[in-house]
């Protein structure tokens, strides 16, 4: 089947570089899957998990997807690996901010707290799946 | 004439100071390492997202094209974000960042503009609040955070962006310094608002499918390219600052250690002056018997 070169980086590193076959990417209206020769093609990401034909899995929150003639190109704002995350310090994690969420006594800390909370929530929805 | 014993405690403090030194350029030669490969590791994203970002400011008309990436029309009000270290003893590190930012300051107020001033670290606020102490708006201290990430760049960003909203400023330009060896950083400054778009590598400009559509991306696009430039800047700073002081405290070292060799001769000269004397005085006093 023919490849297509494949890159998801987030701010922070590279997580995969390299050919792919089939990519599955959660776009804000619903998964696409991307083939070779996709025509270009441009969306925003949601929390969700990005799915590469070798089997890896990756987590991702906030982003955007970009095909072009150059292949696909995932910017996502955080991308963790799904084995890389350990579901118990997960769950504490979620207590944590969900304590947080609790003490906010601004609205600036308290959308960032739910923001934190939403995003951890995903990560764990992801892992149950 | 310093006495044996003034020139002993000289040398024990120089070397005292030698070994603080080389201590500090060995922490900053660690530091460094790590802030190179956090640099280098963000570099992919930013560079892509500037291509994106092309592409689709390619695709966009002027007139209709949002204020974050075409400006707001104005020029008169200029925000300076100035990013240096919170610590000192790192060469003219943050001397050469303050100095480029200051020439632009001149230069704007000599133009009648109205300047607005956001430091990012401490030394930099110290250096300019005493010429331009009412141009500063805010401080961002970053001497609590250990570890650069994202979220830090997207605080910043969103400060600056609100501010943008409000209508508090029209341009704004980003002051930091860019890593390129252990012994040259150069100090920058880059438009941030407008944006400031390389032509990338353009020309393939495909019809493009967006979703949801192409405005939607743009206006959520363009914060998050703030948000990535300001992380850059604050990497390349990070890395450019332990080399600096790398290189400083090298430049320390090797003084301290010309002191020492220095001070070590005299003191043995003097010691065998005054052994010679005593001899003398010894001889001379014999022969007079």
């Known amino acids: 089947m023919a490849t297509f070169p494949f890159e998801l980086v987030s701010p922070e590193r590279v997580l995969f570089s390299g050919e792919a076959t089939q990519v599955v990417v959660p776009a804000s209206e619903g998964e696409i899957t991307v083939l070779a020769n996709h025509a270009p093609f441009m969306s925003a990401l949601r929390s969700g998990v990005v799915t590469i034909d070798n089997g890896q899995r990756l987590f991702v929150r906030g ?14 704002e955080q991308a963790v690996p799904l084995d890389e995350i350990n579901p118990e310090a997960l769950s ?5 901010a969900e304590e947080d969420l ?14 934190k909370l939403d995003g951890l929530n995903a990560m764990m929805a992801a892992i149950r799946n | 004439m310093p006495s044996l014993k003034d020139l002993r405690n000289r040398i024990a403090s120089v070397k005292a100071t030698q ?7 060995m922490v900053a030669a660690a530091k460094l390492r790590r802030a190179q490969a956090a640099a280098e590791a963000a570099r992919p994203y930013a560079s892509k997202m500037e291509a994106v970002l092309a592409n689709l400011a390619a695709g966009i008309s002027g007139s209709d094209a949002p204020a974050l990436l075409a400006g707001n029309g104005k020029d008169q009000v200029h925000l300076l974000i100035v990013c240096t270290a919170e610590r000192g003893l790192c060469g003219a590190f943050n001397s050469s960042i303050v100095r480029l930012a200051r020439e632009r300051i001149n230069s704007l107020l000599a133009a009648g503009k109205t300047v607005k001033i956001l430091c990012v670290g401490k030394k930099g606020f110290e250096q300019l609040k005493r010429n331009y102490e009412r141009h500063i708006i805010e401080v961002v201290d970053l001497r609590a955070v250990k570890h650069l990430s994202y979220g830090e760049a997207e605080m910043i960003a969103t400060k600056v962006i ?12 980003l002051f930091y310094s860019r890593f390129r060896s252990v012994i040259s950083q150069i100090p920058t400054a880059q438009g941030l608002i407008p944006a400031e778009i390389g032509s990338g590598e353009g020309g393939t400009k495909a019809a493009y499918e967006y979703e949801p559509d192409e405005a939607e991306i743009l206006s959520t696009l363009l914060p998050r390219n703030i948000a990535v430039q300001i992380f850059r800047a604050l990497l390349e700073n990070a890395a450019s600052e332990q080399g600096a002081r790398m290189s400083a405290m090298d430049n320390a070292t090797r003084n301290a250690g010309e002191m020492i060799k220095k001070q070590t001769q005299k003191y043995n000269r003097s010691r065998q002056a005054m052994i010679t004397k005593e001899l003398i005085e010894i001889i001379s006093g014999a022969e007079a018997l």
């Open chain 1, 102 to 115: 609790r003490d906010a006594k601004t609205d600036e800390a308290r959308t960032r707290a739910q923001a």
């Open chain 2, 162 to 173: 609100g501010l943008f909203e409000q209508g508090e400023f029209d341009v704004a330009t």
């Open chain 2, 19 to 25: 070994k603080i030194t080389k201590a500090m350029q």
């Open chain 1, 63 to 76: 982003g955007f997807a970009d095909v072009s003639q150059a292949g696909l190109t995932v910017l996502a």
């Open chain 1, 92 to 96: 504490g994690q979620i207590r944590n």
